[in-house]
């Protein structure tokens, strides 16, 4: 029985467990969840993810667990030894991969899930896109990137000079924006550089488009 | 050479990263950005921290910025040290911890940090509260603190059932709620008000608040 992914087609948070399986060949079963229907909001679900989000993950013994960036973290340490190394053992090596995370999580994720929400996903829920806050949310995200492009002149990735989680979880809302035309990448030459690698990964290819 | 942290007394960042050092024992100089006066803006300040954010910590010439990579380095350095168990090694018991974590920075941060600075740093700086977001946020406070509700009926804290990084990373901003008068986000749920009890009552807490001051 191979590993269980509850989640949906193109979720970002789905697909950002999918390329770390991808990375690492881990085979996987993709189980969609219906959220058009609220299927992530009955008892069943929340039993197993109490937020009621996707995705979640359910392995051969049992041992289930949700929170999609600590999922791709528990698969890169227990595959520790497939592929590229996407956690470091070093000390300091993995220190500037969480510093990469991190960054990730608080100058990326907020600006491109907002972005994303007011741009394309507002609209398919039947309602109206908020103008302002996706002007503020765009400016402070250009600045966020500046910052970007000044590390990523000086080390290969996000968290270090070999690709890791870090750059990974990048890869979902990233196209999300390019897909409704936000470019914010190819001005700046760091990111466009690394943006260009990272897309290109066989791994991120195979799912690009959704599970 | 002694744990420099750059930071700023009062930055809920900051003070993760200062209880972290006093559950693991490990001694520390706070060195305090001045963010009134934007000393954190400065390109002196900047070389060190692309974000231009606090804090960031010089570990003898090791610079490493981000409160959640800092303590998780801290705690892997100093494992052997001062409280056990807050970033476990047991990879399910790790995963776990990570959960939790990332339950912290997704579910809870966003939401607490956007309602506090809708009822006290916007004022502070001469901003009117949004009041729709400030609406918006305690909705999705709520909903959240909803499912903790549901997870904390069945372990004692986030991660299991013994505390770790992921139930302290609460802390500053959880404390900060409760300042501008929004505690009853915890008092009202009996599991989450438990759960919160037990993790802001640690003495190296306490000891955070009281030293952390201008």
Redesign the interface.
């Known amino acids: 029985m191979v590993l269980k992914l509850y989640g949906y087609p193109t979720s970002t948070c789905t697909l950002r467990v999918a390329v770390t399986l991808k990375e690492k060949n881990v085979p996987f079963e993709f189980i969609p969840v219906d959220l058009v229907g609220g299927q992530h909001k009955t008892p069943a679900f ?1 039993a197993n993810q ?3 989000q996707v995705p979640y993950i359910v392995e051969d013994d049992g ?1 289930q ?7 791709a ?2 698969i890169a ?2 595959y520790a030894g497939v592929g590229e190394q996407l956690i470091p053992k070093d ?2 090596e ?3 991969f ?2 990469g ?3 990730e ?3 990326y994720e ?1 600006f491109v899930s907002g972005l994303a929400w007011e741009n394309k996903f507002t609209q398919m829920y039947g309602g109206t896109k908020d103008e302002k806050r996706a002007e503020s949310l765009l400016a402070t995200w250009r600045s ?1 990137l500046d ?1 970007y492009d ?2 990523l002149g000086q080390q290969k990735y996000i968290g270090g000079n070999k690709i890791t989680l870090a750059d990974l979880f990048h890869l979902p809302y990233g196209s999300v924006l390019l897909g409704i035309g936000i470019d914010e990448f190819s001005s700046r030459p760091n990111v466009a550089r690394w943006w260009n690698d990272i897309t290109s990964r066989p791994s991120w290819q195979a799912i690009k488009d959704g599970l | 050479m002694v744990l420099k942290i750059y930071g700023f007394p009062f930055s809920t960042a900051t003070r993760l990263v200062v209880f972290v050092c006093k559950e693991k024992q490990i001694p520390y100089e706070l060195i305090t950005i001045d963010l009134f006066k934007g000393e954190h803006k400065q390109p002196a300040y900047t070389k060190f921290h692309p974000f231009g954010q606090v804090p960031y910590i010089d570990d003898d010439g090791f610079i490493l910025f981000e409160s959640r990579p800092i303590v998780r380095y801290l705690l892997k350095k100093h494992a052997s040290q001062g409280t056990q168990g807050l970033l476990p090694t047991d990879p399910q018991a790790e995963a776990r911890a990570e959960q939790a974590l990332s339950i912290e920075a997704s579910s809870f941060d966003p939401n607490v940090s956007g309602i506090v600075a809708e009822l006290y740093f916007k004022p502070q700086r001469g901003l009117s509260t949004d009041e729709a977001n400030l609406a918006r946020l305690k909705e999705t406070l709520n909903e959240k603190l909803d499912a903790y509700e549901v997870i904390l009926g069945k372990q004692k804290f986030l991660g299991g059932d013994s505390i770790t990084v992921g139930d302290l990373a609460h802390a500053p901003y959880g404390t900060l709620l409760e300042t501008v008068g929004q505690g009853e986000f915890f008092t009202s749920r009996p599991n989450v008000a438990r759960w919160w009890k037990e993790v802001t009552s640690r003495p190296a807490w306490e000891a955070v608040k009281a030293e952390c001051v201008l």
């Open positions: 929340t109490p937020f009621g041992f667990m949700y929170e999609s960036r600590a999922i973290r528990y340490a227990k000390l300091r993995s220190a500037i969480e510093q995370a991190s960054i999580l608080t100058d907020p966020k910052a000044k590390i």
